[in-house]
């Protein structure tokens, strides 16, 4: 099975973004419940997990809560069919990422072979957990929408998880690593 170490915003933050989020989902009714936001740091298959949580909060104790830069939309095509915001490649959260990878990797664990290809993003939409597939015209539509309202923000982290991929907020959380206050 997968597991998604992801970075998790504060209330603010996750408050701005939401707002986006519940204005295609409800045009487009996508979701019953609607997926919790997030950045997806890394994905590892079938891990030991009290080896992954020693190493990842090995990795995080010196880490500050910290700001992220969201600058526009990216959208993943089919048969992802994603509307995504973006999240520059830069600061903290890039420098955190490649640091979990490359130790994860050193250590032995599955994970993405070449980080440096992966866009990080928040996904607004998407067909995962959804209760119906939308149109590719929807979805160009539901792209288009949000590259115009050109989103520029800074956005605060305040907790890395460890999920499973299930759209149950109670069932898929494993643990949270929480990052030290300024």
């Known amino acids: 099975m997968k597991y998604y170490l992801v970075a998790l915003f504060d209330k603010d933050s996750y408050s701005y973004i939401e707002r986006i989020q519940k204005n295609i989902c409800r045009k487009y009714r996508l ?23 020693e ?5 995080l104790k010196p880490y500050k809560k910290f700001k992220v830069e969201i600058n526009g939309a990216i959208c993943f095509e089919p048969p992802y069919k994603s509307v995504n915001l973006k999240v520059e490649n830069k600061g903290y959260i890039i ?7 490359e130790k994860l990797r050193l250590y032995k664990f ?25 149109s590719s015209k929807e ?12 989103v520029h923000k800074m956005a605060r982290i305040d907790r890395i998880a460890l999920w499973k991929p299930i759209n149950n907020k109670k069932d898929m959380l494993i643990k949270n690593f929480y990052l030290k206050d300024f």
């Open 31 to 53: 979701y019953k419940n609607m997926p919790v936001l997030h950045i997806t740091l890394e994905v590892v298959e079938n891990p030991d997990i009290d080896k992954f949580n």
């Open 139 to 150: 979805y160009s539509a539901a792209c288009e929408n949000v590259k115009r309202q050109g």
């Open 55 to 59: 190493i990842v909060s090995g990795i």
């Open 110 to 134: 599955d994970v993405r072979k070449d980080i440096s290809k992966w866009d990080l993003h928040i996904s607004l939409a998407n067909t995962n957990y959804a209760m119906r597939e939308w």
């Open 95 to 101: 420098r955190l990422a490649r640091q979990i990878n």
